[in-house]
């Protein structure tokens, strides 16, 4: 009886939310110069984000379903396989501006808070410089190794076209991504300030421009050199116009200047992004191991097996991460303000909104999966019930810990992630390896749930339940 006592309230906290979260959908900002006014806005602008990076998601899909057969027939199979291979650089270079991005939008959420606009202006100024050199140190490098390495044997082609093509569309590529670090301020600045839904709308801009620069390069006939720098440059072209926008007219006074930089801002900024920056390292090596183990334990076939299915479940922790992902900057501005009750409510919301976004959907793919994949690809892959209440139990619990940790970054308790991380980083690849052997595909997942259990979701619970009693 207390059970269902406690899941009907539950389902009503949840309601509740949803139906505060459709309250709030308006453009009009709310007053803040009260507390309720604030949590309102808060709410508001998480609610226009999630919508926005809804949009931009829907975007991005449309984009790659024209896209996609269009560049394989323009390409054929060995430059297209070459642009993939270049485009899954950017998975690897994902960690190079070693957490300065997230280390800013922390600073300036916080300054945010304290309506302290010399501090924001302090932060932007030394994040831009910091990552401008951090570009610059890759373009000197890049620059430097491009003649001593063998382009065409990397990505392993033999055409005299794609052998032609390989270093420089390289040399594009890197020349974008270099360039989109410092330009990437902006987007810090503008979710720093709870206005990731402008990002996101950039982003969707960004994309399109992309899309109508590949048809413009397919028409002329250009080669994969012009095609990377179509693609990869349109979201540089789509952040420059943010920046000029919000740095030239919206926010002048926030506009990078080299005065303004302050070294005792750059230490801070580093030490929160060299934490952000390990964190990344520890969870990536524990989501991302998968297909390794399964390549190396039971060989290629599995690895398909499991991305297929993977892949369905990973559509609701879409959901649930894209509606926890927005209250970030929310956090971080409401502990600056000293607002713990809203903190302590909104984080109860949104652990409740993320298991049942997450939970509801693993239910209906664990009861209907089978059935899902044989309409999906065919008969070819044949799935076993402990596979999918394996993946069904690993995405909604790492959907209702991602929810936590966005908590935890926002309020920089970074070094206790690291530890607890890194040790589940670890504990997991020996779990994945050692179940793989004994019950085949199904313990690969089954050791992430261990290992997540023990050493994330407890710790993580203890320390959350001890802070919020000390306030």
């Known amino acids: 009886m207390m059970t269902d006592i406690s899941l009907l309230h539950q389902i009503n906290n949840l309601t509740s939310s949803l139906r505060q979260c459709v309250s709030v959908l308006r ?28 949009f931009a998601r829907g975007v991005s899909i449309l984009t790659i379903l024209i896209s996609v057969p269009l560049t394989l027939r323009y390409l054929g199979a060995e430059r297209y396989g070459m642009w993939m291979t270049i485009s899954s650089v950017v998975m690897m270079l994902g960690f190079a501006d070693l957490g300065l991005g997230l280390g800013l939008m922390n600073t300036v959420s916080e300054a945010h808070g304290r309506d302290d606009r010399q501090a924001a202006v302090n932060s932007v100024s030394s994040g831009f410089f910091m ?44 020349a974008c991504f270099a ?29 399109v421009l992309g899309l109508l620069g590949l048809l413009l390069v397919i028409y002329l006939q250009a080669g ?53 920056f390990f964190l990344q390292i520890t969870v990536s090596l524990t989501v991302n191991s998968d297909n390794l183990v399964a390549a190396q334990v039971l060989g290629p076939e599995a690895v398909a097996q499991y991305s297929v299915v993977y892949r369905m479940f990973s ?50 793919f664990l ?54 991380c890194s040790i589940m980083a670890v504990s997991a690849l020996a779990a994945k390896i050692f179940l793989a052997r004994i019950i085949g595909l199904p313990g690969i997942v089954w050791g992430t749930v261990i290992a997540y259990l023990i050493c994330f979701a407890l710790p993580y619970g203890i320390y959350t339940r001890r802070l919020f009693s000390l306030q």
Request: a positive charge.
């Open 224 to 276: 994969l050199v012009w095609l990377v720098l179509a693609v990869a440059g349109a979201p540089v072209l789509a952040w420059l116009l943010n920046s000029l926008i919000l740095f030239g007219f919206r926010c002048p006074w926030l506009r990078p200047r080299r005065r303004q930089a302050s070294w005792i801002f750059a230490v801070k900024i580093f030490r929160v992004g060299i934490m952000f």
């Open 27 to 54: 453009l009009k900002n709310f007053d803040t110069s009260t507390p309720e006014g604030r949590s309102l806005e808060r709410y508001r602008r998480a609610a226009l984000t999630t919508l926005a990076q809804a």
């Open 367 to 420: 009861i209907l999966g089978p059935w899902i994949i044989r309409l999906w690809v065919g008969s070819v892959i044949v799935v076993s019930f402990l596979l999918l209440l394996g993946l069904g139990l690993w995405t909604t619990l790492w959907a209702v810990g991602s929810a936590l940790s966005i908590f935890f970054n926002a309020a920089n308790i970074l070094r206790f992630q690291v530890v607890c």
């Open 131 to 174: 990552l401008s050199l951090v570009a610059l140190v890759i373009l000197t490098g890049f620059t430097l190794a491009y003649p001593f390495i063998p382009w065409p044997k990397i990505f392993n082609v033999r055409s005299p076209t794609a052998i032609r093509e390989a270093g420089p569309a390289m040399a594009v590529f890197v």
């Open 179 to 207: 360039l989109n670090l410092p330009l990437g301020v902006v987007q810090r600045v503008q979710m720093g300030y709870q206005e990731g839904f402008l990002n996101s709308l950039w982003e969707s801009a960004g994309k």
């Open 315 to 364: 559509i609701a922790l879409l959901m649930a991460t894209m509606l926890a992902g927005p209250l970030w900057p929310a956090y971080g501005e409401a502990l600056a303000r000293g607002d713990l009750p809203w903190v302590k409510r909104t984080l109860m919301r949104s652990l409740v909104i993320t298991f049942f976004i997450a939970g509801i959907p693993s239910l209906c």
